[in-house]
């Protein structure tokens, strides 16, 4: 099955910084990627879905101001959380489907505090 | 568009005593199912998946699931649980696409 790695897997930052996160494919092409946020002792939540060359799809109610995200090749995609809040402290996840859209494959996630 | 139910918030059971965690989904198309264990501090861990075919499902770590279509359930099984297995276990519905998951069931197992 592919791999997904992300970079980095934590971080901390002051409030009203940006701070971008990586999600890779190491050996999948991916044109869709989904990213996912989970506060403490919730579950995943969909946020966006990322195709590669086009604009992401937001879910209802997530800012796509707040969360840019970039699927510029088949291999990377960036959120980059901007003017990042306590709020925004969360451990967030991409995950790629295979080819048949039935294989999922989630990255181990990076978990961001926003001091 | 779709939903999951986790039924129970939180499921304390004693080591080696059966567990059953509990999943309802609702879809107008035909899904795709999972469960996945997430570890403290962790990632999502696949425990196992329906796609078609058998609706007995065994996964990893002594753990099966039961697809049930006129029941739309998904129920995770394990005869004999270990202090081990004590995590945070999510049902996943997926249409094809997108991947919606349920709210978490938190499995406690006592000494």
């Known amino acids: 099955g592919a791999v997904v790695s992300q970079h980095p897997s934590w971080v901390i930052c002051k409030s009203g910084t940006s701070v971008k996160i990586e999600c890779r494919s190491l050996?999948?092409?991916?044109?869709?990627m989904f990213w996912y946020r989970q506060f403490p002792k919730q579950s995943l939540m969909l946020m966006a879905t990322?195709?590669?060359?086009?604009?992401?799809?937001?879910e209802q109610g997530v800012e796509k101001d707040k969360f840019l995200i970039n699927h510029a090749s088949l291999t990377l995609s960036t959120l980059t959380v901007t003017s990042a809040h306590p709020e925004d402290s969360s451990f967030y996840i991409c995950?790629?489907?295979?080819?048949?859209?039935?294989?999922?494959?989630f990255g181990p996630g990076t978990r961001l505090t926003v001091t | 568009a779709q939903s999951v139910t986790q039924l129970d918030s939180q499921v304390p059971v004693f080591e080696e005593a059966p567990v059953e965690l509990r999943c309802n989904y609702s879809s107008s198309v035909s899904v795709y199912l999972f469960w996945y264990v997430q570890y403290p501090n962790q990632g999502l861990q696949l425990l196992l998946k329906?796609?078609?075919?058998?609706?007995l499902v065994k996964g990893i770590n002594g753990f099966e699931a039961e697809f049930n279509k006129s029941q739309t359930s998904f129920h995770l099984r394990k005869p004999s649980v270990h202090i081990s297995d004590t995590a945070e276990y999510f049902c996943?519905?997926?249409?094809?696409?997108?991947?919606?998951f349920g709210a978490g069931t938190r499995l406690f197992v006592k000494a």
């Open positions: 990322s195709n590669e060359g086009s604009k992401a799809t937001y």
């Open positions: 050996d999948f092409q991916a044109t869709t």
């Open positions: 995950m790629i489907l295979g080819t048949s859209g039935r294989e999922q494959y």
């Open positions: 996943a519905v997926s249409g094809g696409f997108k991947t919606i």
């Open positions: 329906y796609l078609s075919g058998s609706t």
